[in-house]
Each structure stands twice: as C-alpha cells, then as structure tokens.
C-alpha cells in the first residue's frame, strides 16, 4: 500500500502507523477499499481485535462488540489519511508536518 509522506518532510522510506480504531473494516467489497485476509480473530470483552494481512501489509483492526468475521476471510480496510502517523526509520521520531 502506497501513502503519502507528510509535507515538508523530504524524501525516503518512512514507518506508517495507524491505530487500530481507526481503521474501518467490511466483510462486502468496497471500491477503493484494499483487500486483505484474516488470520487471527480475538474476542477480547467489549471490543475484537482482528489482525489481518497481504503480501506486503499487515495490520490489526479493532473493532466495537461482536463480530461474524472469521479466519481466512476476505475483508477489505479503509482509513483516513489524517490518521496515519508516520516515524523516522532510523531514529524512529515521529515526523511531523513542518
């Protein structure tokens, strides 16, 4: 999955980081939406938390309650650009936009 680097802050490989209640999840195919399958579902009280994958992504999802996704669905993930914190690799400082 291809983000944009936040502005003014040069050029190179950075960490993406977004936080797992920020990301929305759907078991239906959305347009513009990645697909991605499950590979570990975990009740955990009052939320689920949903760890899920591609080839070259991996992420965790948390979601309110209950939920019908099951392991080696397909699913599909969206977030906002907003959400996303991005980190030097090397020094692992978060970068912000300047």
Known sequence: MTVDRPPGQGSGKVIAAVRPKDISISKEKKD??????????????????????????SLTVKVNGFTDIGMDDNVWIDFSAESINFYNPETEALLTPE
Do not use: F
């Open 32 to 57: 513009g939406w990645p697909k991605l399958s499950v590979y570990s579902v975990l009740p955990a009280g009052s939320e689920t938390i949903i760890a899920v994958h591609s080839d070259d992504l």
